[in-house]
């Protein structure tokens, strides 16, 4: 019995980690997306429950409580949480599992240290653990916090923070050298996982609102490789290989972020993006200065889709905010049964976090057949009709292609200029994350439809409906 037990727990986590790796697979497409989930959060069960027939587990009512209420927050979370708040949820979950991770490495330090013997090869995991950990869980609360607009989305930084980052590095090595040295030293200990904790406050303060989606990525990745560090600590093989997973592909899906954006991670990280100030990068101001738009009300917009050939939608960061995806969707509907042929395009940076859009639309119940990543729909746009901008702005600047003084020159956009006519849907002239003007707006075949995205889809639909 007593080996029976250790071999069905090892078979377990091999089984768990088919099912991670299958539901990676299937998340890679957003008509398997859900079934994916489905099978990774299957593997996790097996895991937990492989887990708690461990010989090792102490306090069985203890554990079986934690689970308990960190469910029924999940469940409520789940239920309450518009799915306009998501990229919070998600950078809020990124904080908390950096945050477990490095409890774990801090409480088997200290377990260890009890026992008056520290090994070499736990101290080490247990200062990658307080790092990756701390750095996490700090820099996705303050992700969270601009998101949630409890402070400024701009780019905050201190006098020489540059500066003050090499130094708390170099302070975090020193400390660490001295733990190394001395295991038992519990006041290095201490002060690397402050150290931690403050670094990953300075790290993402100074990154811009516009740049979260590569943030929220990073610090994903990040979790993954703090997971993986307390699987060392505390020899957890199934820890170790999904936290590698989650760290693995959420340093892919930065790579692509960063692709989209035509920049670097470290440009991302250390440029303070998005704060240029707005008006630069064409010359024009925030309202436009001397350039005119051209303006257009619902029943103008609803003559041009109605009888339009071909439409392309491409939702922005606007349209979330309006929660106006399930009048998108109506409005699609109701073009279809005029024999339009509509699609939406997806940029790869559009919103708050990866696949923000996708998942909106989903939510709206919009056919996977009808979404089109960046480089398959950008061929498509000079034989479109009309391209319906809703709530999108640097995604679509064609400046980026254009003006090699703005900071945006060479990012990958969607290319509604080159459609035949484009209908803006946009509060205001404001410029966007990047801060500077988008000369879309002012083109002869732009037409600016300003107001809210959920009342000014809703008044569309009214009118193509009696057309």
């Known amino acids: 019995m007593e080996s029976f037990i250790p071999t069905t727990i090892q078979l377990s986590y091999l ?193 811009g609102g516009g740049d979260m989606p590569v943030v929220i990525s990073l610090l994903n990745s990040l979790s993954g490789l703090a997971a993986s560090a307390a699987g060392f600590v505390v020899m957890n093989n199934v820890l170790i290989i999904a936290g590698a997973l989650v760290g693995a592909s959420g340093l892919i899906l930065t790579e692509i972020m960063c692709k989209g954006m035509n920049r670097s991670l470290p440009n991302v990280l250390f440029s303070a993006f998005g704060a240029t100030a707005a008006g630069g990068g064409g010359g024009a101001t925030a309202d436009g200065g001397d350039k005119s738009v051209h303006k257009i009300d619902a029943e103008e917009g609803a003559m041009m889709l109605g009888y339009a050939r071909s439409v392309v939608i491409v939702p922005g960061y606007g349209m979330a905010v309006a929660q106006a995806q399930h009048s998108v969707r109506e409005l699609a509907d109701q073009l279809e049964k005029k024999g339009v042929d509509v699609k939406y395009a997806i940029h790869p940076v559009a919103g708050r976090m990866p696949g923000h859009m996708n998942v909106l639309l989903a939510e709206a119940n919009v056919s996977y057949g009808q979404l089109h990543d960046m480089d398959d729909i950008n061929p498509e746009f000079e034989r479109t009709d009309v391209a319906l901008v809703i709530g999108a702005n640097d995604v679509v600047n064609p400046d980026a292609k254009t003006d090699s003084s703005s900071p945006i020159y060479g990012m990958p956009i969607l290319e509604v200029d080159k459609a ?23 083109r002869d075949n732009t037409m600016m439809y300003f107001g809210s995205a959920k009342e000014a889809v809703g008044q569309l639909v009214s009118e193509v409906k009696q057309l």
């Open 15 to 207: 089984g768990a980690t088919a099912l991670f790796f299958l539901g990676l697979k299937k998340l890679g497409s957003p008509a398997t997306a859900r079934q994916g989930n489905t099978l990774a959060a299957g593997g996790m069960l097996i895991a937990v429950v492989a887990t708690l027939l461990d010989l090792q587990v102490v306090n069985y009512p203890m554990i079986g409580g934690a689970i308990a209420l960190g469910s029924i927050i999940g469940v409520i979370a789940a239920k309450k949480v518009a799915m306009t708040d998501m990229p919070q949820m998600v950078g809020l979950l990124n904080g908390l599992g950096g945050a477990a991770s490095a409890l774990v490495a801090i409480a088997e330090f200290y377990r260890l240290l009890g026992e008056g013997n520290v090994p070499l090869n736990a101290t080490i995991t247990a200062i990658l653990g307080s790092l990756i950990g701390g750095i996490t869980f700090t820099g996705s609360a303050i992700a969270f916090a601009k998101l949630q607009g409890l402070i400024t989305g701009k780019p905050v930084s201190l006098p020489g923070q540059q500066i003050i980052n090499i130094f708390l590095f170099a302070s975090f090595i020193a400390g660490s050298g001295l733990l190394l040295f001395n295991p038992l030293n519990t006041v290095a200990f201490l002060a690397i996982t402050a150290i931690a904790l403050v670094l990953g406050l300075f790290l993402v303060l100074p990154i």
């Open 420 to 442: 035949k006519n484009t209908i803006v849907i946009k509060r205001s002239l404001k410029p966007g994350y990047a801060g500077i003007d988008n000369n879309l707006f002012y």
